[in-house]
């Protein structure tokens, strides 16, 4: 069957760096997402992978490893406002995404 | 106005109303989506829309009815619901169906089924 699987919470402090995880299996592969939601708000777009290797836009960077499975995005300098749910999301061969149950990053001053 | 409107934002019914979700997208996208979420569950694809034709029925209830009347608009019917509909139903457009491009989000609405 198809699955992502990522972590459920992670804590952080503001100024700090983290990094949240999602290892994926999906018939056939067609890139990463990553989306950013606020509570009560709209999933919003961070960034596609379909290579192997690091993305970096601005604080946010995003890895993928195709053999393994694995993607990781990066937060940097991390503001309070970069409290939000964090949804990585794979796409399959038939172009459907396939999602995460999403990471709720909470960062504290 | 831009991006991805849905409305209303907030929906309380009894499971015997009939209501209308609708959802109106700006961007001149030729795909339109209808998601699922529930709280700390994946987003879930209901329906999709490709130049106003079904392409996608994830084996959703009759009882959730989708409309595409133009590349615009979408809209979600509503009957007979159970307490487990209550959820966040999200929209979404992309340029095109069938390739690997970001899908861009409404708010939402906030549906409660009484």
């Known amino acids: 069957g198809q699955n992502i699987d990522q972590p459920t919470e992670m804590t952080a402090t503001e100024g700090a760096i983290v990094q949240i995880n999602c290892t994926y299996q999906t018939s056939g592969f067609n890139g990463l997402f990553w989306y950013q939601q606020h509570a009560g708000e709209a999933p919003t777009f961070l960034s596609y992978?379909?290579l192997d290797g690091l993305e970096e836009k601005g604080r946010f960077s995003s890895f993928l490893s195709r053999s393994k499975g694995y993607s990781y995005l990066l937060l940097k300098e991390l503001q309070m406002k970069d409290s939000a749910s964090y949804l990585c999301a794979a796409m399959d061969s038939n172009y459907q995404l396939i999602w995460g149950a999403g990471t709720k990053l909470i960062i504290k001053p | 106005e831009t991006g991805v409107t849905q409305t209303p934002r907030h929906l309380v019914m009894g499971m015997t109303n009939k209501k209308s979700l609708k959802c109106e997208q700006h961007?001149?996208?030729?795909?339109m989506y209808w998601y699922k979420q529930s709280a700390k569950k994946p987003l879930e694809l209901m329906f999709v829309y490709s130049l106003e034709e079904r392409v996608e029925n994830n084996s959703v209830p009759s009882r959730f009815s989708p409309e595409c009347p133009n590349s615009s608009h979408l809209f979600l019917h509503l009957h007979t619901l159970q307490p487990e509909d209550s959820a966040l139903y999200l929209c979404?457009?992309?340029?095109?169906?069938?390739?690997?491009?970001?899908?861009?989000f409404g708010d939402g609405t906030r549906l409660s089924i009484l």
């Open positions: 979404a457009s992309s340029q095109e169906f069938g390739t690997p491009q970001p899908q861009h």
């Open positions: 961007l001149g996208h030729n795909a």
């Open positions: 992978n379909v």
